[in-house]
């Protein structure tokens, strides 16, 4: 199993990160912010327009670990990678399957049955915690709709078809999202989603959460050898990884979103973390970020029992565990793709 090491947050906008030896130095208008040894981080994800040094960027290539340029709204800009030591054999497999109807339909009913699984647990969860708070009749006539959909999506004959149910469960599931969020309901609600940019404070922690699991996924993929941008459900074009957001389905509800409804329930965010942009797009503050940042590593480091593996893993690895358990099943070495189903 893959050790879970810490991530380096870089939130400070105008921050330049540096190589000195063997440590990861943070720079801002020429004073020194912080000092880090390189080996003890697996990653750096810089949330800034200044960037990095060449030097810091061919350290991070030659011991495989994730340097990712981000906007200050957590969107993707950049990502440095060193050669790929991915098995050929394994990635050529991947591609065969990628461009077979059947058999990457065969991984994406799995992975969406799995999403729609775990939509209806959030759901049941809200029911078990907070009975006296919620209209539990809807929440359960929406939990049978995506059970059911759940069991349609398994037996989906085309990807156009599992599409049109996933899009269909998802305006169900989200129906109710903001019946979820029990406090502050004067600066939190949501009213449906909005991203690029964000309208509100909940679509800019959800659009958030989403950008760091993506990013998650896409380093996962690659260390198993796997290509991130080779899916089997999202319609691949320039630039897209696909099949990271793939296995983001997965995680999406019992993951981001619950991350995001307990940050606003326990009042770990506030309205006042947030700032709104000439456009009218809502982002977090650097305050901001560094607490929901701070959080979200909290979060990583939980652990829970995996399903398949029947042992207790980080909620940091699963997008490991799971590129680690789609590689298993494009070599042939298991019978089917076992997604993530949280219980």
């Not at 973390?273 to 977090?284: A, P, R, S, T, Y």
């Amino acid at each position: 199993m893959k050790k879970l090491l810490n991530t380096l947050y870089v939130t400070t906008e105008n921050a330049y990160l540096a190589l000195d030896g063997e440590n990861v130095v943070i720079q801002c208008e020429g004073e020194t912010l912080g000092r880090l040894p390189i080996h003890m981080i697996d990653g750096i994800m810089a949330f800034g327009y200044i960037g990095a040094s060449p030097a810091l960027m061919g350290k991070c290539a030659e011991m495989n670990k994730s340097l990712v340029f981000l906007k200050p709204s957590g969107r993707f800009l950049a990502k440095v990678t060193g050669k790929s030591y991915g098995n050929i054999l394994l990635r050529r497999s991947q591609y065969r399957i990628c461009d077979h109807e059947e058999q990457s339909l065969a991984i994406a009913r799995n992975i969406i049955s799995a999403k729609l699984a775990n939509s209806n647990a959030v759901l049941s969860r809200a029911m078990r915690d907070h009975a006296l708070r919620i209209d539990t009749e809807k929440f359960a006539r929406i939990g049978e709709a995506l059970q059911k959909g759940k069991v349609n999506a398994y037996h989906a004959q085309s990807a156009e078809s599992l599409r049109g149910l996933e899009g269909e469960c998802a305006n169900l599931y989200f129906s109710v999202f903001d019946d979820m969020i029990l406090q502050q309901k004067e600066d939190f609600s949501y009213r449906g989603r909005s991203r690029r940019p964000p309208m509100d404070y909940v679509n800019a922690m959800l659009s958030f959460s989403y950008s760091l699991l993506t990013s998650m996924c896409v380093s996962a993929l690659e260390s198993v050898g796997l290509d991130a941008y080779a899916g089997v459900f999202h319609t691949e074009r320039p630039g897209r990884c696909s099949l990271a957001l793939d296995i983001l389905e997965e995680f999406r509800a019992p993951f981001a979103d619950r991350f995001v409804l307990t940050a606003i329930n326990k009042k770990s965010i506030c309205g006042k973390d947030f700032v709104e942009k000439e456009n009218g797009g809502i982002l977090l503050t650097e305050d901001g970020r560094k607490k929901f940042l701070t959080l979200w590593q909290q979060k990583k480091k939980e652990e829970l029992m995996h399903p398949f593996l029947q042992e207790k893993v980080e909620w940091g690895l699963l997008p490991y565990v799971q590129a680690m358990l789609l590689a298993k099943y494009i070599r042939g070495d298991l019978d089917e793709y076992p997604p993530f189903i949280w219980r």
